[in-house]
């Protein structure tokens, strides 16, 4: 298993060079100066001070030069300086991140215990009332859009009852936990949807299976054959969703974030988009295909934890 993990992680060295070339090459077809940004009206008349500083930051240098200053200084933890305000990058990401990982978290625990356990439970009782309910709450939280429902969820929770706060991350007059009810019900409820459809797709499939079939012949109690031998085997497709949902719930909160005023990364990469603060574009850019790549690693460690015959096969 550790020779597993170890030809992963490898793996993921070159894959993550590529994607920050391609994203440092992508930054610089789009023609953006940073220098148009940095300069103030008195140097931007002069054109010599204008050529001065790009030579002072390096950008008449060729193309791979700056690639690989670039990568470089992303190694040694140096991820430069933004240019509309100045700020490290590095502070820039330490002050608004964790604002979105502790959302995402909280939204993925909950949506994983709703999702999992009424899709299972729909299998179970399969063409059930219960069954029916789940499934319409299922295609309801795909079709409505985040904006909206949060929208939605603002104007009656805030606006009319006035029960929760309907921005920011803290303030004086409510604690913090009740500043996260909202963004993470808005968050939470299209991963619901999600993991409901598939633990009850895939948990009705393990069921009608020929060994499940085979265990209740054996005379295996119910209890027995659902928690053992179908909940195990039905999981997988449902923890590789799940993996793959956190990096999405970290780029995807943009949205929600703007929706509630929440200080977190998504409204970081919102507004150096705008600015054309192109060094906090790629930054961000590449942390979240980082972040995607170690979903892909945790997948294939589950993957292989589950089933030992992933692991064989790359051994």
């Not at 928690?227 to 999405?248: G, S, T, W």
Request: hydrophobic fraction near 50%.
């Amino acid at each position: 298993m550790l020779k597993f993990i170890l030809k992963k992680l490898i793996q993921m060295i070159p894959m993550l060079l590529f994607i920050s070339f391609l994203v440092f090459g992508a930054l610089q077809l789009t023609g953006i100066d940073p220098v148009s940004y940095i300069a103030t009206p008195d140097m931007a008349a002069n054109q010599e001070n204008l050529d001065l500083l790009r030579e002072r930051l390096g950008l008449n240098q060729p193309f791979l030069i700056r690639y690989f200053n670039w990568v470089g200084d992303i190694l040694r933890g140096n991820f430069g300086y933004s240019i509309t305000n100045g700020t490290p990058i590095g502070v820039l990401i330490a002050q608004r991140l964790p604002a979105t990982i502790e959302l995402a978290l909280i939204s993925m625990v909950v949506s994983a215990v709703l999702g999992i356990s009424i899709g299972i439970v729909s299998a179970i009782y399969q063409n059930s009332p219960i069954d029916y309910l789940g499934r319409f709450f299922a295609v309801l939280g795909q079709a409505i859009p985040q904006f909206f429902f949060g929208i939605c969820l603002i104007q009656i929770f805030s606006i009319k009852l006035g029960w929760l706060p309907s921005s920011g991350r803290y303030s004086t007059y409510a604690t913090p936990l009740r500043h996260f009810i909202l963004p993470c019900l808005t968050l939470t409820l299209s991963l619901t949807s999600v993991l409901m459809r598939y633990s009850r797709n895939n948990m009705l499939g393990v069921l009608n299976s020929d060994y499940i079939k085979t265990a209740r012949m054996k005379g295996i109690s119910e209890t027995k054959v659902y928690v053992k031998h179908a909940f195990r085997n039905a999981m997988r497709p449902v923890l590789v969703i799940l993996c793959f949902r956190l990096p999405m719930l970290i780029s995807g909160s943009v949205v929600i974030e703007s929706v509630y005023n929440w200080p977190g990364i998504g409204s970081v990469i919102t507004d150096a988009v705008i600015a054309g603060d192109y060094p906090v574009v790629m930054v961000t850019t590449l942390m979240v295909a980082a972040s995607i790549l170690i979903a892909s690693f945790l997948v294939d460690v589950l993957t292989a934890l589950l089933d030992p015959r992933v692991r064989l096969g790359e051994e």
